[in-house]
Protein backbone atom coordinates (compact mmCIF):
# COMPACT_ATOMS: atom_id res chain seq x y z
CA UNK A 1 0.00 0.00 0.00
CA UNK A 2 2.95 2.22 1.12
CA UNK A 3 4.85 1.34 -2.08
CA UNK A 4 1.78 2.37 -4.57
CA UNK A 5 1.35 5.78 -2.60
CA UNK A 6 4.70 6.45 -3.22
CA UNK A 7 4.79 5.25 -7.31
CA UNK A 8 1.69 7.39 -7.39
CA UNK A 9 3.16 10.38 -5.70
CA UNK A 10 6.33 10.01 -8.19
CA UNK A 11 3.60 10.04 -11.31
CA UNK A 12 2.08 12.51 -9.76
CA UNK A 13 4.86 15.25 -9.33
CA UNK A 14 6.87 13.74 -12.46
CA UNK A 15 3.55 14.85 -14.36
CA UNK A 16 3.22 18.62 -12.46
CA UNK A 17 6.74 18.86 -13.52
CA UNK A 18 6.55 18.20 -17.40
CA UNK A 19 2.95 20.21 -17.35
CA UNK A 20 4.53 23.42 -15.73
CA UNK A 21 7.30 23.43 -18.37
CA UNK A 22 5.23 23.00 -21.54
CA UNK A 23 3.64 25.90 -19.84
CA UNK A 24 6.82 27.90 -18.70
CA UNK A 25 8.27 27.29 -22.08
CA UNK A 26 5.08 28.37 -24.16
CA UNK A 27 5.36 31.81 -21.99
CA UNK A 28 9.42 31.88 -22.98
CA UNK A 29 8.63 31.63 -26.52
CA UNK A 30 6.37 34.36 -26.57
CA UNK A 31 7.41 36.94 -23.95
CA UNK A 32 10.98 36.28 -26.01
CA UNK A 33 9.30 38.05 -29.19
CA UNK A 34 10.51 34.97 -31.19
CA UNK A 35 8.10 35.62 -34.09
CA UNK A 36 9.77 34.11 -37.85
CA UNK A 37 11.02 31.15 -38.30
CA UNK A 38 14.68 32.13 -38.38
CA UNK A 39 14.02 33.30 -34.89
CA UNK A 40 12.38 29.84 -33.69
CA UNK A 41 15.15 27.75 -35.34
CA UNK A 42 17.81 30.17 -33.04
CA UNK A 43 15.58 29.84 -29.89
CA UNK A 44 15.39 25.40 -30.38
CA UNK A 45 19.06 25.77 -30.87
CA UNK A 46 19.85 27.79 -28.11
CA UNK A 47 17.67 25.72 -26.03
CA UNK A 48 19.22 22.41 -27.00
CA UNK A 49 22.71 23.87 -25.98
CA UNK A 50 24.23 23.95 -23.04
CA UNK A 51 24.38 27.00 -21.22
CA UNK A 52 26.70 29.07 -18.36
CA UNK A 53 23.50 30.25 -16.58
CA UNK A 54 19.93 29.66 -16.00
CA UNK A 55 17.33 31.92 -17.84
CA UNK A 56 13.85 31.09 -17.19
CA UNK A 57 12.03 34.57 -18.29
CA UNK A 58 12.67 37.74 -19.82
CA UNK A 59 10.67 40.67 -18.85
CA UNK A 60 9.90 42.58 -22.62
CA UNK A 61 8.92 45.61 -20.59
CA UNK A 62 12.16 46.32 -18.50
CA UNK A 63 14.38 44.13 -21.02
CA UNK A 64 15.14 42.24 -17.59
CA UNK A 65 15.76 39.17 -17.34
CA UNK A 66 15.22 36.37 -14.41
CA UNK A 67 17.37 33.34 -13.43
CA UNK A 68 20.43 32.53 -11.94
CA UNK A 69 24.28 32.61 -12.76
CA UNK A 70 26.64 29.29 -12.42
CA UNK A 71 30.50 29.68 -11.88
CA UNK A 72 32.93 30.19 -14.48
CA UNK A 73 36.14 28.69 -14.75
CA UNK A 74 38.59 29.30 -17.27
CA UNK A 75 42.08 28.90 -17.70
CA UNK A 76 43.50 31.67 -19.86
CA UNK A 77 47.04 32.76 -21.32
CA UNK A 78 47.46 34.68 -17.72
CA UNK A 79 46.11 31.92 -15.91
CA UNK A 80 43.13 30.99 -13.78
CA UNK A 81 40.10 33.14 -14.18
CA UNK A 82 36.76 33.05 -12.13
CA UNK A 83 33.66 34.81 -11.75
CA UNK A 84 30.06 34.64 -11.76
CA UNK A 85 28.36 33.91 -15.41
CA UNK A 86 26.43 37.10 -14.19
CA UNK A 87 28.88 39.50 -15.40
CA UNK A 88 28.23 38.94 -19.16
CA UNK A 89 24.64 40.14 -18.23
CA UNK A 90 23.23 36.99 -20.47
CA UNK A 91 24.95 38.73 -23.55
CA UNK A 92 25.71 35.52 -26.00
CA UNK A 93 27.17 37.81 -28.53
CA UNK A 94 30.67 39.36 -27.53
CA UNK A 95 29.46 42.59 -26.78
CA UNK A 96 30.22 42.48 -23.14
CA UNK A 97 33.81 42.38 -22.42
CA UNK A 98 34.46 40.99 -18.99
CA UNK A 99 37.59 42.58 -17.88
CA UNK A 100 39.85 40.58 -15.22
CA UNK A 101 42.63 42.74 -14.48
CA UNK A 102 45.50 41.57 -17.41
CA UNK A 103 42.81 39.04 -19.37
CA UNK A 104 39.37 40.65 -21.14
CA UNK A 105 36.85 37.77 -21.65
CA UNK A 106 33.27 37.72 -24.03
CA UNK A 107 31.05 34.75 -24.42
CA UNK A 108 29.86 34.39 -28.24
CA UNK A 109 27.44 31.53 -28.99
CA UNK A 110 27.61 29.58 -25.47
CA UNK A 111 31.77 29.97 -25.41
CA UNK A 112 34.07 31.61 -23.88
CA UNK A 113 37.08 34.10 -25.86
CA UNK A 114 40.27 35.68 -24.93
CA UNK A 115 40.63 38.97 -26.87
CA UNK A 116 44.11 39.82 -28.17
CA UNK A 117 45.74 42.43 -25.65
CA UNK A 118 44.87 45.16 -27.85
CA UNK A 119 41.14 44.62 -29.03
CA UNK A 120 38.09 46.02 -27.30
CA UNK A 121 35.58 44.29 -29.20
CA UNK A 122 35.25 40.92 -31.43
CA UNK A 123 36.10 41.47 -34.81
CA UNK A 124 34.73 38.05 -37.64
CA UNK A 125 35.90 36.85 -40.78
CA UNK A 126 33.66 36.38 -43.75
CA UNK A 127 32.48 33.26 -42.03
CA UNK A 128 31.91 35.06 -38.72
CA UNK A 129 34.36 33.38 -36.99
CA UNK A 130 36.24 35.41 -34.20
CA UNK A 131 39.89 36.76 -35.90
CA UNK A 132 41.04 38.26 -32.38
CA UNK A 133 40.28 36.26 -29.89
CA UNK A 134 41.14 32.83 -28.85
CA UNK A 135 39.23 29.95 -27.00
CA UNK A 136 39.93 29.34 -23.21
CA UNK A 137 40.08 26.29 -21.91
CA UNK A 138 36.52 25.96 -20.04
CA UNK A 139 36.16 24.20 -16.47
CA UNK A 140 33.15 25.93 -15.60
CA UNK A 141 30.11 24.83 -13.76
CA UNK A 142 28.09 25.32 -17.03
CA UNK A 143 24.01 23.61 -16.75
CA UNK A 144 24.66 20.42 -17.88
CA UNK A 145 27.34 20.10 -15.36
CA UNK A 146 24.88 21.58 -12.28
CA UNK A 147 22.39 19.10 -13.87
CA UNK A 148 24.74 16.07 -13.64
CA UNK A 149 26.04 17.02 -10.07
CA UNK A 150 22.58 17.36 -9.40
CA UNK A 151 21.40 13.43 -10.24
CA UNK A 152 24.83 12.42 -8.58
CA UNK A 153 23.33 14.16 -5.19
CA UNK A 154 19.96 12.73 -5.60
CA UNK A 155 21.62 9.24 -6.11
CA UNK A 156 23.85 9.18 -3.27
CA UNK A 157 20.59 10.58 -1.12
CA UNK A 158 18.46 8.09 -2.39
CA UNK A 159 20.42 4.52 -2.69
CA UNK A 160 22.13 5.67 0.98
CA UNK A 161 19.03 5.22 2.37
CA UNK A 162 18.08 2.10 0.51
CA UNK A 163 21.33 0.64 1.36
CA UNK A 164 20.85 1.83 5.04
CA UNK A 165 17.64 0.02 5.20
CA UNK A 166 19.15 -3.05 4.51
CA UNK A 167 21.93 -2.89 6.84
CA UNK A 168 19.58 -2.07 9.51
CA UNK A 169 18.01 -5.87 8.71
CA UNK A 170 14.60 -3.98 6.96
CA UNK A 171 13.35 -6.35 4.82
CA UNK A 172 11.08 -4.28 3.15
CA UNK A 173 12.32 -0.74 2.66
CA UNK A 174 10.59 2.15 3.73
CA UNK A 175 9.42 5.53 1.83
CA UNK A 176 11.05 6.37 -1.51
CA UNK A 177 12.79 3.25 -1.17
CA UNK A 178 10.40 1.52 -1.83
CA UNK A 179 10.28 3.20 -5.28
CA UNK A 180 14.14 1.94 -5.81
CA UNK A 181 13.92 -1.47 -5.27
CA UNK A 182 11.51 -2.77 -7.82
CA UNK A 183 13.96 -0.69 -10.68
CA UNK A 184 16.64 -1.59 -9.19
CA UNK A 185 15.01 -5.98 -8.98
CA UNK A 186 14.29 -5.01 -12.40
CA UNK A 187 18.02 -4.14 -13.49
CA UNK A 188 19.13 -6.81 -11.64
CA UNK A 189 16.99 -9.55 -13.36
CA UNK A 190 15.93 -8.55 -16.61
CA UNK A 191 19.55 -6.61 -17.95
CA UNK A 192 22.10 -8.07 -15.69
CA UNK A 193 21.62 -11.63 -15.15
CA UNK A 194 19.91 -12.70 -18.77
CA UNK A 195 22.97 -10.78 -20.21
CA UNK A 196 25.97 -11.23 -18.54
CA UNK A 197 25.35 -14.49 -16.78
CA UNK A 198 24.49 -15.51 -13.36
CA UNK A 199 28.13 -16.47 -11.91
CA UNK A 200 28.85 -12.86 -12.96
CA UNK A 201 26.93 -10.38 -12.96
CA UNK A 202 27.01 -9.17 -9.51
CA UNK A 203 30.62 -7.75 -10.40
CA UNK A 204 28.61 -5.32 -12.64
CA UNK A 205 25.97 -4.51 -11.02
CA UNK A 206 27.21 -1.02 -9.53
CA UNK A 207 27.63 0.43 -13.12
CA UNK A 208 24.54 -1.14 -14.61
CA UNK A 209 22.48 0.39 -12.03
CA UNK A 210 24.52 3.79 -12.26
CA UNK A 211 24.11 4.51 -15.77
CA UNK A 212 20.37 3.61 -15.40
CA UNK A 213 19.66 5.64 -12.90
CA UNK A 214 22.23 8.25 -14.50
CA UNK A 215 20.50 8.53 -17.53
CA UNK A 216 17.18 8.09 -16.55
CA UNK A 217 17.31 11.19 -13.78
CA UNK A 218 19.02 13.42 -16.19
CA UNK A 219 16.08 12.62 -19.08
CA UNK A 220 13.14 13.71 -16.23
CA UNK A 221 15.46 16.58 -15.36
CA UNK A 222 15.38 17.12 -19.64
CA UNK A 223 11.53 17.94 -19.01
CA UNK A 224 11.36 20.11 -16.25
CA UNK A 225 11.21 23.87 -16.97
CA UNK A 226 15.36 24.33 -15.70
CA UNK A 227 16.03 23.24 -19.61
CA UNK A 228 18.27 20.49 -18.66
CA UNK A 229 19.37 19.02 -21.90
CA UNK A 230 22.54 16.99 -20.73
CA UNK A 231 21.90 13.61 -22.47
CA UNK A 232 21.26 15.80 -25.59
CA UNK A 233 25.14 16.69 -25.04
CA UNK A 234 27.10 14.54 -27.37
CA UNK A 235 29.91 14.84 -25.17
CA UNK A 236 28.05 13.36 -21.97
CA UNK A 237 27.17 10.40 -24.26
CA UNK A 238 30.37 9.76 -25.38
CA UNK A 239 31.75 9.81 -22.35
CA UNK A 240 29.35 7.00 -20.62
CA UNK A 241 30.05 5.03 -23.99
CA UNK A 242 33.73 5.33 -23.23
CA UNK A 243 33.35 3.66 -19.76
CA UNK A 244 31.41 1.04 -21.06
CA UNK A 245 34.00 0.14 -23.83
CA UNK A 246 36.72 0.06 -20.90
CA UNK A 247 34.74 -1.90 -19.21
CA UNK A 248 33.95 -4.94 -21.52
CA UNK A 249 37.85 -4.40 -22.85
CA UNK A 250 39.35 -4.56 -19.42
CA UNK A 251 37.11 -7.64 -18.42
CA UNK A 252 37.41 -9.49 -21.30
CA UNK A 253 38.38 -13.41 -20.67
CA UNK A 254 41.41 -15.31 -22.44
CA UNK A 255 38.86 -16.95 -24.64
CA UNK A 256 36.94 -13.28 -25.68
CA UNK A 257 40.79 -11.97 -27.02
CA UNK A 258 41.39 -15.62 -28.57
CA UNK A 259 38.00 -15.45 -30.23
CA UNK A 260 38.64 -11.74 -31.48
CA UNK A 261 41.89 -11.54 -32.66
CA UNK A 262 42.36 -15.41 -34.18
CA UNK A 263 38.81 -17.14 -34.28
CA UNK A 264 39.02 -20.80 -34.23
CA UNK A 265 37.61 -22.61 -37.45
CA UNK A 266 38.88 -19.59 -39.94
CA UNK A 267 40.56 -19.60 -43.08
CA UNK A 268 44.23 -18.47 -41.52
CA UNK A 269 44.20 -16.04 -44.50
CA UNK A 270 41.39 -14.48 -43.35
CA UNK A 271 42.00 -14.19 -39.50
CA UNK A 272 43.70 -10.84 -39.51
CA UNK A 273 41.30 -9.30 -41.38
CA UNK A 274 38.34 -10.90 -39.31
CA UNK A 275 40.35 -9.69 -36.01
CA UNK A 276 40.60 -6.02 -37.68
CA UNK A 277 37.05 -5.96 -38.25
CA UNK A 278 36.20 -7.48 -34.89
CA UNK A 279 38.13 -4.53 -33.22
CA UNK A 280 36.98 -1.99 -35.24
CA UNK A 281 33.72 -2.95 -33.95
CA UNK A 282 34.68 -3.09 -30.50
CA UNK A 283 36.63 -0.19 -30.21
CA UNK A 284 34.34 2.39 -32.85
CA UNK A 285 31.33 0.67 -34.22
CA UNK A 286 29.44 -0.52 -30.44
CA UNK A 287 30.25 2.84 -28.40
CA UNK A 288 29.71 5.14 -31.37
CA UNK A 289 25.76 3.42 -31.80
CA UNK A 290 25.81 3.67 -27.71
CA UNK A 291 26.62 7.35 -27.81
CA UNK A 292 24.22 8.46 -31.11
CA UNK A 293 21.23 6.40 -30.18
CA UNK A 294 20.45 8.52 -26.97
CA UNK A 295 22.46 11.84 -27.92
CA UNK A 296 20.05 11.38 -31.37
CA UNK A 297 16.81 10.46 -29.32
CA UNK A 298 16.85 12.78 -26.88
CA UNK A 299 17.83 15.85 -28.52
CA UNK A 300 15.07 14.80 -31.52
CA UNK A 301 12.51 14.93 -28.52
CA UNK A 302 13.74 18.19 -27.16
CA UNK A 303 13.26 19.50 -30.39
CA UNK A 304 9.87 18.08 -31.14
CA UNK A 305 8.49 19.74 -27.72
CA UNK A 306 9.93 23.13 -28.56
CA UNK A 307 8.90 22.70 -32.31
CA UNK A 308 5.22 22.22 -30.90
CA UNK A 309 5.15 24.75 -28.68
CA UNK A 310 6.27 27.51 -31.25
CA UNK A 311 3.14 26.47 -33.50
CA UNK A 312 1.26 29.00 -31.05
CA UNK A 313 3.55 32.01 -32.98
CA UNK A 314 3.59 30.16 -36.52
CA UNK A 315 -0.53 29.34 -36.72
CA UNK A 316 -1.26 32.55 -34.36
CA UNK A 317 -2.04 34.34 -37.87
CA UNK A 318 -4.66 32.12 -39.12
CA UNK A 319 -5.85 30.71 -36.35
CA UNK A 320 -5.67 33.91 -33.34
CA UNK A 321 -4.33 33.54 -30.56
CA UNK A 322 -6.38 31.54 -28.23
CA UNK A 323 -6.69 28.36 -30.81
CA UNK A 324 -2.80 28.17 -31.57
CA UNK A 325 -2.31 28.21 -27.87
CA UNK A 326 -4.66 25.51 -26.71
CA UNK A 327 -3.51 23.43 -30.06
CA UNK A 328 0.34 24.25 -28.88
CA UNK A 329 -0.24 23.46 -25.41
CA UNK A 330 -2.25 19.85 -26.31
CA UNK A 331 0.26 18.82 -28.75
CA UNK A 332 3.10 19.53 -26.52
CA UNK A 333 2.01 17.90 -23.08
CA UNK A 334 0.72 15.06 -25.39
CA UNK A 335 4.59 14.62 -26.77
CA UNK A 336 5.64 15.75 -22.92
CA UNK A 337 3.82 12.10 -21.79
CA UNK A 338 5.48 10.49 -24.67
CA UNK A 339 8.88 11.75 -23.57
CA UNK A 340 8.37 10.23 -20.21
CA UNK A 341 8.11 6.91 -21.93
CA UNK A 342 11.48 7.37 -23.54
CA UNK A 343 13.26 8.81 -21.21
CA UNK A 344 13.03 5.21 -19.41
CA UNK A 345 13.07 3.67 -22.26
CA UNK A 346 16.59 5.39 -23.56
CA UNK A 347 17.77 4.26 -19.97
CA UNK A 348 16.44 0.88 -20.39
CA UNK A 349 18.44 0.53 -24.47
CA UNK A 350 21.60 2.26 -22.99
CA UNK A 351 21.99 0.10 -19.73
CA UNK A 352 20.49 -3.48 -22.14
CA UNK A 353 23.09 -2.81 -24.56
CA UNK A 354 26.00 -2.44 -22.13
CA UNK A 355 25.21 -5.59 -20.13
CA UNK A 356 25.11 -7.52 -23.61
CA UNK A 357 28.41 -6.01 -25.06
CA UNK A 358 29.81 -6.74 -21.69
CA UNK A 359 28.32 -10.40 -21.30
CA UNK A 360 29.83 -11.19 -24.93
CA UNK A 361 33.14 -10.23 -23.48
CA UNK A 362 32.89 -12.41 -20.23
CA UNK A 363 31.20 -15.20 -21.27
CA UNK A 364 33.50 -18.69 -21.63
CA UNK A 365 33.82 -20.04 -25.02
CA UNK A 366 33.66 -23.85 -26.09
CA UNK A 367 35.65 -24.81 -28.64
CA UNK A 368 34.85 -28.06 -29.65
Request: hydrophobic content about 50%; some cysteine; charged content about 15%.
Amino acid sequence: MVATKSIKFLVVFVLALTSFSAFAQDDAVENNLVDSPDEIRAYISHHLKDSHDFHLYTDNASGKHYGFALPVIVWTSKGLKTFMSSAFHHDDNGTVVVDKGDAKLVKYHSKIYELDANATTLSFDEAHHPTNASKVIDFSITKSVFGMLLTGLLMLLGFGALARGYKKGNTIPKGFSRVLEPLVIYVRDEIARPNIGEKKYRKFMGFLLTVFFFIWILNILGLTPLGFNVTGQIAVTACLAIFTMIIYMVSGTKDFWAHTLWMPGVPVILRPVLAVIELVGFVIIKPFSLLVRLFANITAGHFVVMSLMALMITMKASFGPAVSTGMSLVLSLFIMFIELLVAFLQAFIFTMLSSLFIGMAVEEHDDH
